[in-house]
C-alpha cells in the first residue's frame, strides 16, 4: 500500500480518455511493455494501492508501479493509477520513491548555494552527505528516466 503522500509529484497533468471503459491498468501495462521493448529499455512492473485520506475516511485505488528490474529500490519509481467518472478515465502517472544519486546531486547543489550564502557550516555537512555521487550511475538513472518519459508520452499522453 502507497500513502498517497508518499508519490514525489505528477509526471504530467492527468490524462483524460471520454471513452475510457476499455483503459484499464493490464491494458496499460501490455502497452507500455511494448514500447519499452520497441526502444530496448529494461522495465518491470508490480501492482499495489494507492491510499488517500486518513485513518477514518479514507479511499484506495489500483495502481501500476513501473520500475527499473535491475534497480527496484535505488531508482525513481512511477505509478500509473486510473480515476473513473461515469465512461470518462482520468489516467496519473506520479513519481514515487527516492533515488540515491539524484538525492547525492541534489545535496551537492545544495552545498554549493550555501556556500554561496556564507553558510559554510551547512556547504559542509551537505557536502559530507553526497559523497558517494557518481556521474556516470547518475547519468545511467537520469538517461533512464528520460526513455521512461518518453515512453509514458508516447502510450499514455498522445493517444
Not at 49 to 77: A, M, W
Not at 134 to 142: A, G
Amino acid at each position: 500500500m502507497i500513502k498517497a503522500d508518499m508519490l514525489v509529484k505528477e509526471f504530467k497533468p492527468e490524462k483524460l480518455y471520454e471513452n475510457g471503459n476499455d483503459v484499464t491498468l493490464p491494458i496499460l501495462q501490455s502497452r507500455l511493455k511494448e514500447a519499452a521493448e520497441k526502444y530496448q529499455i529494461p522495465i518491470a512492473f508490480t501492482n499495489d494501492q494507492i491510499k488517500y485520506g486518513g485513518v477514518f475516511n479514507s479511499t484506495t485505488i489500483d495502481c501500476l508501479v513501473v520500475y527499473h528490474p535491475e534497480h527496484p529500490s535505488d531508482y525513481l519509481r512511477y505509478t500509473v493509477s486510473i480515476k473513473r467518472q461515469g465512461t470518462i478515465a482520468y489516467v496519473a502517472v506520479h513519481l514515487y520513491g527516492k533515488s540515491k544519486q539524484i538525492g547525492k546531486k541534489s545535496l551537492s547543489k545544495g552545498a554549493v548555494a550555501s556556500l554561496k550564502e556564507g553558510k559554510v557550516g551547512t556547504a559542509i555537512l551537505m557536502g559530507v552527505l553526497s559523497l558517494g555521487k557518481n556521474k556516470d550511475k547518475l547519468k545511467d538513472e537520469e538517461n533512464y528516466n528520460h526513455a521512461i518519459w518518453q515512453i509514458f508520452d508516447e502510450v499514455i499522453f498522445e493517444s
